[in-house]
């Protein structure tokens, strides 16, 4: 079974810092999809960026990017230029193909102004 | 375009009694996913439908259920309520079942407090 591991439970960091969220994972797969959502504390998850394991690229969505190491299976995020419109809970997940999603515990961070 | 709606948002119910939660997905959408969440063990895989059928399932026992009716709308329900049932059910939509449509649109979710 697949495992998704976010070793920071919280994070925080100044307004305008730039902050990387650690994600890892297990699988034998070699196709998968990565994602990062975020869930701001009106509860409503947000998706931030997806990732497609055979795309050597990392994604990138305005400040948002992820470091997605294959070999290592690793997927973190970066978030550029942080706003207070960051604070949010951020969960990493997996999916082989149209399967289920498989989160990670979550992240919580707070951004101070 | 209107979101993933959930209703209720907030409901509180004594032991044993039990519930039904309402999902409707974003137009088009015809997948429909539930997860629990809590702060103990995150957010686990309850259930998935897809055209009025069951596809997938996560490892919560019988008490917990669902159905999908035609028009996409999906309902989830727990009998026989238990303390551990507390927690945020969140509904998350997506076109289909291919590897391209796995993104999932979530609701609001609704919290349910077991006394």
């Known amino acids: 079974a697949q495992t998704v591991t976010q070793s920071q439970p919280e994070m925080s960091v100044q307004e305008a810092e730039t902050v990387t969220l650690s994600c890892t994972y297990d699988?034998?797969?070699?196709?998968?999809?990565l994602f990062w959502y975020k869930q701001p504390p009106s509860r409503q998850m947000i998706l931030v960026i997806r990732?497609?394991?055979?795309?050597?690229q990392n994604a990138t969505e305005n400040r948002f990017s992820v470091n997605f190491q294959k070999a290592a299976k690793s997927f973190s995020l970066k978030i550029s230029d942080s706003q207070l419109g960051d604070t949010a809970m951020y969960f990493c997940?997996?999916?082989?193909?149209?399967?289920?999603?498989?989160f990670g515990q979550g992240t919580r961070l707070t951004i101070n102004p | 375009k209107a979101g993933v709606t959930q209703t209720p948002r907030y409901l509180i119910k004594t032991r044993g009694q039990q519930v039904t939660l309402s999902c409707s997905p974003i137009?088009?959408?015809?997948?429909v996913s539930w997860y629990q969440q809590t702060p103990g063990q995150g957010l686990q895989f309850l259930f998935e439908?897809?055209?009025?059928?069951?596809?997938n399932k996560g490892n919560f026992p019988g008490r917990f259920s669902g159905r999908q009716f035609s028009n996409s709308r999906s309902e989830m329900n727990v009998s026989t309520l238990e303390l551990g049932d507390s927690a945020l059910y969140l509904c998350?939509?997506?076109?289909?079942?291919?590897?391209?449509?796995?993104?999932?649109?979530f609701g609001a979710g609704s919290r349910l407090t077991v006394l």
């Open positions: 997940a997996f999916a082989r193909g149209a399967q289920k999603l498989v």
């Open positions: 439908y897809f055209s009025e059928t069951q596809r």
């Open positions: 699988t034998s797969e070699s196709n998968y999809y």
């Open positions: 137009s088009g959408h015809r997948s």
């Open positions: 998350a939509s997506r076109t289909g079942l291919v590897s391209g449509a796995n993104v999932l649109t």
């Open positions: 990732q497609e394991a055979y795309k050597q």
